[in-house]
């Protein structure tokens, strides 16, 4: 009985990293809080990295779209809003691309294993003034199901995990 | 009596084969003309991007008048083309069988769904960034029947929309090898 308790443990002890590593959770560094009731998302920098067009543009909306579904934030401004000029609480995500993939949505397909796609982005949330609150590196992916845009989506579920952790 | 009304109901089979076969000749003429109406491109997918219209959408695309117009159903999503600030295009492929019955297939027994993913569909891919009444960038990313986005892409600018890579560049510049 003791034995089987411990081997279940160790079981544990072993099996879980591994899918705690999949989930946006495991990649906090430190629980980020804020009360700041507005948020501005910018469109992701990619000088580094040459981004495709639709990747960009999928990043940011869809960066747009879960942090608003997470609904801790009055009001999400976007890019350029001149009304966030106004906001006092106001927090600004900056993103910029450092690592891009380009897998295949068929070698995933017919593989499983390969042509995963990848997109590894540094995250900074500042203050209005531009005082750094958090900063930290968020990879999203594509194994299996879905198209190489769906990356950006897992991207995105991450980020709004991070910011919209209760104060 | 009765050989009179086999006859009848062999007229009747006739006509209706016949009236079945025009329906079906007509209706490539249908499309193609559809399809032949400047600054209209049928068989267009949102992806994402249109506020009021759901991710991978299908609809009609249509530009003019000063604006791009994306109907799916009875949804409709504008967008005046003044306030687009870059148009680009792009290729790509996709699943030949795909949607809930591509999904299903990937589970199908012996690797047959595996073999279904070989076969691919090319398709462009239209990719605009506009602005909102209030400054705010939006983005849009459209798929659509291959080479069409270029012409899409035409008509935009003609319409007055902006972009960072000109038609003509785009045209000349080669082709990307993408998996």
Redesign the interface.
């Known amino acids: 009985m003791t034995r089987t308790r411990i081997a279940c443990s160790l079981l544990f002890a072993i099996v879980a990293p591994f899918f705690l590593a999949n989930t946006g959770l495991a990649q906090d560094k430190a629980p980020f809080k804020t009360n700041a009731s507005s948020i501005q998302i910018l469109l992701v920098d990619s000088k580094e990295v040459t981004l495709p067009a639709e990747f960009q543009v999928s990043l940011y909306e869809n960066l747009v779209a879960q942090v608003q579904k997470s609904g801790k934030f009055q009001h999400v401004y976007r890019d350029g809003d001149r009304n966030a000029t106004d906001a006092q609480d106001l927090i600004v995500l900056h993103s910029t691309v450092h690592g891009f993939k380009m897998g295949s949505e068929e070698k995933r397909q017919v593989t499983t294993v390969a042509g995963e796609t990848s997109i590894n982005i540094h995250c900074q949330i500042t203050d209005k003034a531009g005082k750094s609150l958090l900063e930290q590196d968020v990879t999203g992916k594509v194994r299996f199901l879905g198209g190489n845009l769906r990356a950006t989506y897992d991207f995105a579920k991450k980020v709004a995990q991070i910011v919209s952790q209760p104060s | 009596m009765q050989e009179a009304s086999k006859q009848m109901s062999s007229r009747r089979l006739f006509s209706g084969a016949v009236a079945a076969a025009l329906t079906l000749l007509a209706i490539p003429c249908f499309a193609q003309s559809q399809a032949a109406q400047p600054g209209t491109f049928p068989g267009t997918v949102q992806?994402?991007?249109l506020e009021g219209i759901k991710n991978n959408a299908s609809g009609t695309l249509t530009v003019g008048k000063g604006n791009l117009e994306f109907t799916s159903g009875k949804k409709k999503a504008d967008v005046p083309a003044s306030s687009i600030s870059?148009v680009?295009t792009?290729k790509d492929?996709?699943?030949t069988i795909g949607g809930v019955i591509g999904?299903m297939s990937?589970f199908a027994p012996y690797g047959g769904?595996?073999f279904l993913?070989?076969f691919?569909t090319k398709i462009d891919?239209l990719?605009i960034?506009y602005?909102?009444p209030?400054?705010?960038?939006?983005?849009?990313?459209f798929t659509m029947p291959i080479g069409t986005a270029e012409g899409a892409k035409k008509v935009l600018l003609a319409e007055g929309a902006h972009t960072t890579i000109p038609a003509e560049m785009a045209a000349t510049a080669p082709e990307e090898k993408?998996?």
Do not use: Y
């Open positions: 992806v994402l991007g870059d680009i792009d492929s996709q699943r999904t990937m769904g595996r993913s070989l691919r891919t990719t960034e602005q909102d209030s400054g705010g960038l939006h983005g849009a990313v993408k998996p």
